[in-house]
Nanobody, 124 residues
Framework: QVQLVESGGGLVQPGGSLRLSCAAS????????IGWFRQAPGKEREGVSC????????YYADSVKGRFTISTDNAKNTVYLQMNNLKPEDTGVYYC?????????????????WGQGTQVTVSS
């Protein structure tokens, strides 16, 4: 059974930084796409970023390009999301997720597995 465990959320002031981590068990980063979604209060869940090692691709939503960076540590089977210059509109629950290696989950396709989510709040 694949398990995704997120950590690293919290409260940060606008302009600050956070790094989210997602530790994956019973899962290989080498093949499937893995990344992050977020859901703000009263809004639909949206794809933020993903990485596919097998396809050699990364994806970022336009709203986070230039501010967020996704990376992996294959030895630890962990994916990270470094979030810089955070804005109040980045507030929400961030979910780690996996899907097919083409990254289609982040473009309306089905997500295979979800983590439990971690809260990120950007506020002064």
């Amino acid at each position: 059974q694949v398990q995704l465990v997120e950590s690293g959320g919290g409260l940060v002031q606008p302009g600050g930084s956070l790094r989210l981590s997602c530790a994956a068990s019973e899962f290989t980063l080498d093949y499937y796409a893995i990344g992050w979604f977020r859901q703000a209060p009263g809004k639909e869940r949206e794809g933020v970023s993903c990485v596919s090692i097998s396809y050699g691709t990364t994806y970022y939503a336009d709203s986070v390009k230039g501010r967020f960076t996704i990376s992996t540590d294959n030895a630890k089977n962990t994916v990270y999301l470094q979030m810089n210059n955070l804005k109040p509109e980045d507030t929400g629950v961030y979910y780690c997720a996996t899907g097919p290696p083409d990254g289609s989950s982040w473009h309306g396709g089905t997500v295979a597995y979800w983590g439990q989510g971690t809260q990120v709040t950007v506020s002064s």
